[in-house]
């Protein structure tokens, strides 16, 4: 009985199979040395067997010499006799005669065949290619950016010191030297609006994407097929560039997650110097953290739901701090009101925002402090099923 394989809601795409295709291209290289190949084991079968022929022997000893001297004969690196003194005169002709023809068939066809193909063959960048998609594959968590450009290389150089993974898709190129140079792990030449592509690039085991192109409408193709392939926004993020905030907001309906227009963010990040005088490297200090670009602090967000067993309890209570070495730095309230710098007297409550400061190996433990809090009602909910 047949399984009914149901197909996936956007179609049934196949991934493109970038390892495949360099796999291909080293098998046919190889392919190109057959014929050399070919002519050296016809060569030697046909020296031992004829020695074995010529002189009525078949016994171990002997078969192993007549293979020695077949191959010292067209290796040309040296030269014994690998028979006894019985028929001399015809095992020596046969021995000429098999030089000359073996020597400019096995030898020089054979050498020039060979060094030809791997001279010519590119084999070392294909090996190169393999092994980096090999690699690809593996990949889980990543991050898949869209467009070599200005701002992407201002976000991989932060996600590559923070030792966040990702894959670079780059339609142009003519870029892929400059991307090799600037030391990205991860990239394809293609396009990034196509549904193989994406999932060649292991769309459905990474965490977002993030698309910065400079005209709009490739932003949009972008985004539109990678939530077709990804449709919750809680578990897979899209961010996108923008250069209207008109065209923001459509990329927003159509599923990003968040949009950046480059020219209200600058300006946001200019006014942050003004309006903090008199001290630009208070300004300059929040600003890194909030754009990532220190790598000893960072800042998260945690938000109190249902199903955490921490509702109604005190901050000095849960002891949070004190597990994690992260610090609760405000709490935004479900009706949008903040509580900045809270005491351990404060309560938490249903629908709150916890803004949690440290260190990012304690915000990592911070993290698993309330997965445990949240994880211990699912299993007493199943417990109770």
């Known amino acids: 009985?047949?399984?009914?394989?149901k197909s996936k809601h956007y179609g049934n795409v196949k991934p493109k199979n970038y390892r495949a295709i360099y796999e291909e291209k080293f098998y046919n290289i190889l392919f190109l040395l057959r014929y050399p190949l070919m002519t050296v084991i016809f060569f030697t079968t046909l020296g031992v067997l004829m020695l074995m022929i010529i002189n009525n022997r078949s016994d171990g000893q002997s078969v192993l010499n007549?293979?020695?001297?077949?191959?010292?004969?067209?290796?040309?690196?040296?030269?014994?006799?690998?028979?006894?003194?019985?028929?001399?005169?015809?095992?020596?002709?046969?021995?000429?005669?098999?030089?000359?023809?073996?020597?400019p068939l096995v030898y020089i066809y054979g050498l020039v065949t060979t060094v030809n193909v791997f001279l010519n063959s590119n084999i070392r960048e294909i090996f190169r290619y393999w092994r980096m998609y090999k690699a690809m594959d593996e990949l889980k968590g990543h991050y898949i950016i869209c467009r070599f450009n200005g701002i992407t290389r201002e976000l991989m150089k932060n996600?590559?010191?923070?030792?966040?993974?990702?894959?670079?898709?780059?339609?142009?190129?003519?870029?892929?030297?400059?991307?090799?140079?600037?030391?990205?792990?991860?990239?394809v030449i293609d396009e990034p609006h196509k549904r193989?592509?994406?999932?060649?690039?292991?769309?459905?085991?990474?965490?977002?994407?993030?698309?910065?192109?400079?005209?709009?409408t490739q932003d949009l193709s972008v985004i539109v097929t990678a939530r077709l392939i990804r449709p919750d926004r809680d578990k897979f993020s899209i961010f996108a560039t923008a250069t209207t905030e008109?065209?923001?907001?459509?990329?927003?309906?159509?599923?990003?997650?968040?949009?950046?227009?480059?020219?209200?963010?600058?300006?946001?990040?200019?006014?942050s110097f003004v309006l903090h005088p008199p001290s630009p490297t208070l300004s300059g200090f929040l600003?890194?953290?909030?754009?990532?670009?220190?790598?000893?602090?960072?800042i998260i967000e945690v938000k109190i739901d249902q199903q955490t067993d921490?509702?109604?309890?005190?901050?000095?209570?849960?002891?949070?701090?004190?597990?994690?070495?992260?610090?609760?730095?405000?709490?935004?309230?479900?009706?949008?009101?903040?509580?900045?710098?809270?005491?351990?007297?404060?309560?938490?409550?249903?629908?709150?925002?916890?803004?949690?400061?440290?260190?990012?190996?304690?915000?990592?433990?911070?993290?698993?402090?309330?997965?445990?809090?949240?994880?211990?009602?699912?299993?007493?909910?199943?417990k109770v099923s």
């Open 1 to 5: 009985m047949k399984e009914n394989r």
């Open 66 to 103: 007549y293979f020695f001297h077949t191959v010292i004969t067209f290796s040309t690196v040296g030269y014994t006799e690998g028979y006894g003194t019985e028929n001399l005169n015809i095992n020596r002709f046969f021995s000429t005669l098999f030089i000359m023809i073996s020597i």
């Open 159 to 187: 996600l590559k010191k923070r030792g966040i993974k990702y894959v670079l898709i780059e339609p142009d190129p003519k870029l892929e030297e400059e991307i090799k140079n600037f030391g990205v792990d991860f990239y």
């Open 196 to 216: 193989s592509v994406l999932l060649g690039v292991g769309i459905e085991r990474a965490k977002g994407v993030i698309s910065a192109f400079e005209e709009n």
């Open 246 to 271: 008109g065209a923001a907001e459509k990329m927003k309906l159509l599923g990003a997650n968040e949009v950046i227009v480059p020219d209200v963010a600058v300006g946001r990040r200019m006014s």
């Open 287 to 298: 600003e890194k953290i909030a754009y990532g670009e220190r790598t000893d602090i960072d």
């Open 310 to 382: 921490i509702i109604g309890k005190k901050l000095k209570d849960i002891k949070m701090r004190q597990e994690t070495g992260a610090t609760v730095v405000a709490i935004i309230r479900a009706n949008g009101k903040m509580k900045i710098a809270p005491s351990g007297e404060t309560e938490i409550k249903l629908g709150d925002s916890l803004i949690i400061l440290g260190h990012p190996k304690a915000l990592r433990r911070a993290e698993e402090f309330f997965k445990d809090h949240h994880k211990e009602i699912i299993e007493e909910g199943e």
